[in-house]
């Protein structure tokens, strides 16, 4: 909300004196967020003067109109200014800044040469002064309005100051002088006068136009006036343009600015429709799904059911509370007016505005509430302006269909405000400050308040404490910390998701956190089933991307974006990492009722809350792209594989407490993985995840390099870690030996390893794959594993016929369970 000090003083006494420091510390303190307070003196530096034009001289020659003037300035010889404008005359009184002045925007202004002559100064218009768009002309005042050589800033205007606030979403009153000049009131403690309270003509049994609201919840008050053979041509006056320009809305015709204006000064949003264009009386009404309008700013849009529109017989003419449509626009010759002032559902509003992505400065207000009212009082200023400025003859009929509700009175306990904020407000002072909020009080315990008209946030008791506190001086409630408790340390799944996120960046990925938004086509591009459980997600009901309105039911996706989002941005190898929720919906018929918030809810109403909860395990997912051995003198490198994303999911089992005889890979096809290049992560046999190379139809899908490696497991289905019984370290050397194993190639090498490790024994310390080898000398089909066998003792050194034997039996018990025979053998 943007306005100036001068306008807020015509509604409230403000002090003579009053700073900058002190009026933003008085906004600061009712609540609002200050942008900027602006001294328009101040925009403008140096020597801003009255001048009056003495000669002027047509310069001949220019690829434009040039005019060489000599301008009394109030100094003893006239000041010589070139000036490219030609919308005045000798006589006229202009503005003139001087040599050593500087413009809005850093522009220095000097004496130079130019076009032949000698220019000292700027003759300026209202665009060089930053008060207006209109750069055509050069500003010309009115006859008498100064001598030359006085300062010119008081008599353009620029002698205000701009002030502009945030206005938080649930005071829309406060988006207008109304509402700022009465806040302020609270705070200085003097006299407010309210702009609304002006006497206006009621309904009359027959209205100036035929009018029907079908939906009067979302459309409870509707009121019209009818205004007719008005000057289309008539301009709006210099003062109105002025507040209008310095409030941020651009001046476009006399009609448009009046409702502007008001919807400024009062804060109720007006439209204007031209009387001669409309066609049969007008409906309010739901929209039909599929209805189009084009809008004021000349898009087409498709209307929802949930859309308020204003219908004549040609159908939608205005997307109500938003903006107007193109058929019924005031247009330059317009003569005969309707002028609109309505009341519309704020939830309505509000979510029609993030539908089209139209927020206007009146749904801005509508949205945050507006007092209903205000739409008689408005209409009868609005006449009266618009008959002053454009003449035109108004018709005594008024409409309004009037279903506005009344406010609900709130019942407060007097001590619940003391209780809450930590301050001794006594009864009499609760009274007292609601009241001059607006609220009327009656009752003494509970006491009972009714909220005025324009404060629609006021619904129940903590809404009239929070007034309380506002108003009673935030600084005089106590800065107090309250005692610290206890703490009891991390919880064991807490130090779990610590550790596993530590042990996986000190592996080389980068951790990033990601939206958990998705769209629905991200399954598709995923390549999953139609049954797959991962398509059902939990779809948003006001997301903040129409484009993602899902929540993710597994971590790849974002983290892809995150990835492919990097790659372009020019880097080539990535290992990327991201620990968090999934969300996996739990389908029930319906939800619960509203719960009461003045008690605990009961077991039975938590359970029904919870079933309808989603389910959100904490996953841990980690992709690759490039790299993960770069290449340099020292080697060509190596390109990240499959493998690398099954050691991914290796480490966090490992920094989880997961032993590594728990933890076995076996060969699996899952979405989105490739199916000859995905292994199933198991701990005791069961699933906790997959890992392994992208499918090539994902990669190209998702716009990501080939053979793009990913990993994902379910941290909360890991089992709890066991209790580590230390092992008794050996003193005695070990037996290294090294077993070939020729075996068809599709066995798994975990089964292999399983098997060397059932048949070794006791003696068996370690197994490990160092090696793995395919050529046509072994055969078609087969491939050669090759292991490194660490056998020791704990009470003596093993002697070479009992290391030959160990490793015998593991040969023996890997042949007869994979079929596996020793090379070389």
């Known amino acids: 909300m943007k306005t100036t000090l001068s306008w807020l003083r015509e509604y409230v006494e403000l002090p003579a004196g009053l700073t900058a420091e002190q009026l933003d510390a008085a906004l600061v303190d009712l609540g609002m967020e200050v942008e900027s307070i602006v001294d328009q003196a101040a925009t403008v530096k140096g020597g801003l003067v009255v001048g009056r034009v003495l000669e002027i001289e047509e310069l001949t020659g220019f690829k434009k109109p040039i005019r060489f003037n000599l301008v009394d300035v109030g100094n003893a010889a006239p000041q010589e200014i070139i000036c490219g404008a030609r ?34 100064g700027m003759i300026c218009s209202a665009r060089e002064l930053g008060l207006g768009d209109d750069h055509s002309g050069i500003i010309v005042l009115p006859a008498g309005a100064a001598e030359p050589g006085a300062d010119a800033r008081g008599v353009v205007g620029l002698d205000n100051v701009l002030v502009e606030v945030e206005i938080t979403p649930d005071r829309g009153y406060e988006m207008s002088l109304r509402g700022m000049a009465r806040e302020l009131s609270y705070h ?69 600015d009046i409702t502007n204006y008001l919807m400024l000064e009062l804060g109720q949003p007006m439209h204007v429709f031209d009387l001669n264009r409309l066609r049969g009386g007008l409906v309010v009404r739901r929209a039909t799904p599929g209805e189009k309008l084009t809008t004021l700013d000349g898009v087409a849009r498709v209307l929802d059911a949930e859309d308020m529109v204003i219908c004549d017989d040609s159908g939608p003419i205005s997307l109500a509370a938003v903006m107007g449509g193109e058929t019924s626009e005031w247009q330059p010759d317009t003569v005969d007016v309707l002028l609109e002032a309505a009341h519309w559902d704020p939830v309505m509003v509000g979510r029609t505005a993030r539908r089209h992505r139209l927020f206007s400065e009146a749904a801005k207000r509508w949205e945050r509430g507006v007092d209903p009212q205000l739409p008689l009082v408005a209409l009868q200023r609005a006449v009266e302006l618009l008959t002053e400025y454009a003449g035109g003859t108004v018709d005594e009929r008024v409409l309004d269909i009037d279903h506005v509700v009344p406010p609900a009175p709130v019942e407060l306990d007097p001590t619940l405000p003391a209780r809450r904020i930590g301050v001794s407000y006594s009864a009499d002072q609760v009274v007292d400050l609601l009241g001059r909020v607006g609220c009327t009080v009656t009752g003494t315990d509970p006491l009972v308040v009714t909220p005025p008209s324009w404060r629609p946030d006021l619904l129940a008791p903590a809404d009239l404490v929070e007034e309380v506190a506002r108003l009673g001086g935030y600084q005089e409630i106590p800065s107090l910390l309250p005692p610290a408790p206890g703490g009891g340390g991390l919880t064991a799944v807490q130090r779990r998701r610590r550790t596993v996120g530590r042990a996986i960046a000190e592996a080389g990925y980068v951790e990033v956190l990601s939206y958990p938004f998705v769209a629905p086509e991200v399954h598709d591009a995923f390549g999953l089933a139609p049954d797959d459980p991962r398509r059902s997600a939990v779809r948003l009901t006001n997301p903040l991307s129409e484009e993602e309105p899902q929540l993710r039911t597994s971590l790849l996706p974002p983290l892809l974006a995150t990835l492919k989002r990097n790659l372009g941005r020019g880097l080539r190898e990535l290992a990327l990492y991201e620990a968090g929720q999934v969300f996996r919906p739990r389908l029930v018929e319906t939800a619960p009722g509203p719960m009461a918030v003045d008690r605990r809810p009961t077991d039975a109403e938590w359970a029904a809350a919870n079933r309808i909860v989603p389910d959100q395990p ?122 070939a194993l020729v075996l068809d190639a599709t066995v798994p090498a975990a089964d292999v390893q399983a098997a060397l490790v059932a048949g070794a024994g006791e003696l068996l310390e370690s197994v490990y794959l160092f090696d793995v080898y395919a050529s046509d000398q072994l055969g078609a089909g087969l491939r050669s594993l090759a292991y490194k066998l660490t056998f020791r003792a704990p009470d003596r050194t093993l002697t070479v016929e009992e290391a030959v034997a160990a490793r015998d039996a593991a040969v023996a018990s890997a042949a007869a369970r994979t079929g596996a025979v020793l090379r070389g053998a």
């Open 618 to 739: 904490w996953h841990l997912a980690a992709v690759l792209a490039g790299d993960v051995e770069p290449a340099g003198w020292w080697g060509s490198g190596r390109a990240a594989t499959w493998a690398d994303a099954v050691e991914a999911a290796r480490i966090a089992l490992s920094a989880a407490g997961v032993p590594a005889d728990r933890v076995s890979v076996r060969a699996a096809e899952y979405a989105p993985w490739h199916p000859g290049r995905c292994a199933a992560v198991l701990v005791d046999d069961v699933v906790l995840g997959h890992a392994g190379e992208l499918h090539p139809a994902v990669v190209s899908a998702l716009e990501l390099p080939k053979r793009t490696c990913a990993m994902e497991l379910n941290l909360d289905a890991v089992p709890p870690a066991p209790v580590v019984q230390a092992a008794a370290l050996s003193t005695y050397p070990p037996a290294l030996i090294d077993v």
């Open 87 to 120: 919308n005045y005359a000798v006589g006229d009184l202009v503005v003139v800044i001087l040599p050593g002045g500087e413009l809005p925007g850093g522009f220095a202004v000097g004496a130079r040469k130019t076009y032949g002559r000698m220019s000292a």
């Open 188 to 256: 200085f403690g003097t006299a407010y006068t309210d702009p609304a309270d002006r006497p206006a003509p009621g309904a009359t049994a027959e209205p100036p136009y035929p009018v029907r609201v079908d939906d009067p919840v979302g459309c409870d008050r509707f009121a019209a006036r009818v205004v007719r053979g008005i000057d289309p041509h008539a301009a709006s006056p210099e003062w109105m343009q002025r507040r209008l320009i310095a409030a941020g809305v651009r001046a476009i015709s006399l009609p448009v």
